[in-house]
């Protein structure tokens, strides 16, 4: 399996971007993929998880409401819609394989996931 990132930049704060994960090597359309981030000096943190067979979503508290997470299962490929973007949202973003079926409870633990994208980083300024 393999997943790759792209989409990040430089925006100012209340700006947007969307980030693209594309995955390779999955042989159905029933799996779950999740975006975590890691700001320097900071844990990775999961920002939000979809399910690719009914599109059924989670996300952070500190990114509801702003961010969205969708799949287009015809080109493989997961997005994430960030709004409003502030200084705090800066981190370099990684996609990840949460395996068959749909996102687990535990969705934003790092140990749920074996396959990660080399990640993209996103930088917000004030």
């Known amino acids: 399996l393999q997943l790759v990132e792209s989409g990040g930049g430089l925006v100012q704060a209340g700006g947007s971007l969307r980030l693209s994960c594309a995955t390779f090597g999955f042989t159905d359309d029933d799996y779950a993929i999740a975006w975590f981030r890691q700001a320097p000096g900071k844990a990775r943190e999961g920002v939000s998880c979809i399910s690719t067979s009914d599109g059924s979503t989670h996300y952070s508290d500190s990114v509801k409401g702003r961010f969205t997470i969708s799949s287009d299962n015809a080109k493989n490929t997961v997005y994430l819609q960030m709004n409003s973007l502030k200084p705090e949202d800066t981190a370099i973003y990684y996609c990840?394989?949460?395996?068959?079926?749909?996102?687990?409870?535990?969705?934003?633990?790092?140990?749920?996931?074996?396959?990660w994208g080399q990640g993209t980083q996103v930088t917000v300024s004030s």
């Open positions: 990840a394989d949460g395996g068959y079926g749909p996102c687990v409870d535990e969705w934003a633990r790092v140990d749920e996931y074996d396959y």
